[in-house]
Structure formats: C-alpha cells, structure tokens
C-alpha cells in the first residue's frame, strides 16, 4: 500500500490577497518573494490581534503559519514632507 502524505495547506494575506503554502513556518524574506513586483524600500508588518502591536517583519523574521490565518500589509517608505 503507497505511503500517504497529508499535504496541509497554509493561508495568508498580503494587504488583502490570499497566499497558500505548504510550509507552516516562513521566513520575511520568502513572504516579500511571493509578492508580485514587491519594491524593496517598502516594509511588511504583520497585524497584530487585540491589543497586540504589529509586527515590522524583517528578511530574517521567521512566522509561524499554523495558529491562524496571518494578515500582513505593506507600507511605502516615509517622506516625511520630502518633494
């Protein structure tokens, strides 16, 4: 009889849009790879839950998928009054 590999499916979004992966833990750097034409002067946050802050999620930045459905935004580089 074959072996049978269960295949689990994690999710997550990237301001809005749906992911799927079958690694339960991601690093920042694989999250920024999946994201088509990320500009790499933006960063990525992870939204925390209830009174938990967000998250600025770095290349290095290792996140557990298994706990959840994860929501991450993206935000351009501050200008701070810069023409």
Do not use: C, W
Not at 28 to 52: K, R
């Amino acid at each position: 009889m074959p072996e049978t590999t269960d295949h689990r499916e994690y999710v997550y979004f990237v301001d809005g849009v749906k992911y799927t992966t079958e690694n339960a833990n991601v690093t920042g750097q694989y999250i920024m790879s999946q994201i088509p034409g990320f500009d790499p002067a933006y960063s990525v946050y992870l939204e925390g839950h209830g009174d938990d802050a967000d998250e600025l999620i770095t290349a290095s930045t290792t996140i557990s998928l298994e706990h959840g459905d994860k929501h991450f935004y993206t935000v351009p580089p501050a200008s701070f009054g810069r023409a």
